[in-house]
Every structure is written in C-alpha cells, then in structure tokens.
Nanobody, 114 residues
Framework: VQLQASGGGLVQAGGSLRLSCAAS????????VFWYRQTPGNQRELVAG???????VYGTYAKGRFTISRDNAKNTVYLQMNSLKSEDTALYYC?????????WGQGTQVTVSS
C-alpha cells in the first residue's frame, strides 16, 4: 500500500486549498484515514480523520474551517481547508493505520502568507 499526498502550496491568509491523499491497494475502503500536520520543532498533530463508513473527527483548530471526505471508488481522501491562517502553515501528512502497519504518505507542504 502506498499513499500519495498532494494539493499543498502557497496561499494567502483567508484562502483555500484542497489536499488529496490517494492510496494504492484494495484495503483503502475498509480503513480509516487521517491527516496530521507538523511544523519544525513540534510534534505532529491531528488535523482530521475519516472512518471507512464516513464518520469524522477534527482537531480543535480545524472545526468549522476544514472538511474531510473520502471517495472509496477513487481510493482518495480529501481535506478541504478554508479560511486558512498563517498558523496553518505546516507539512501535512496522510496516514492509514491498519492492524499490521501504519501507512504514511510523503507529506505535502502548505504555506499560508499573512
């Protein structure tokens, strides 16, 4: 299984980005997928997660601004980020935890200019 994160970039404060996490393999649809983010010198923090059936969880700062969704037919999870702030600047990772292994994508950089 491989995860490919994309969609990051440079955006002005108040703008929007949509991140994508595309997965190979047949186990995608039965597993939850999460987005984490990390800035230099800090621990990774949960941004959002979505279960196989579609239930969601969000980090405190993401509620009301970010929306996670999934398209199992495309093996892809999306993170729609609106009203971006400079403090959202980070490297964003997607991860798919399974019983055997946690599969991580390579990360996509989001930079929000103020």
């Amino acid at each position: 299984v491989q995860l490919q994160a994309s969609g990051g970039g440079l955006v002005q404060a108040g703008g929007s980005l949509r991140l994508s996490c595309a997965a190979s393999g047949s186990i995608f649809s039965i597993n939850a997928v999460f987005w984490y983010r990390q800035t230099p010198g800090n621990q990774r923090e949960l941004v959002a997660g979505i279960a196989s059936a579609g239930s969601t969880v969000y980090g405190t700062y993401a509620k009301g601004r970010f929306t996670i969704s999934r398209d199992n037919a495309k093996n892809t999870v999306y993170l729609q980020m609106n009203s971006l702030k400079s403090e959202d600047t980070a490297l964003y990772y997607c991860v798919m935890p399974t019983k055997e292994y946690d599969y991580w994508g390579q990360g996509t950089q989001v930079t929000v200019s103020s």
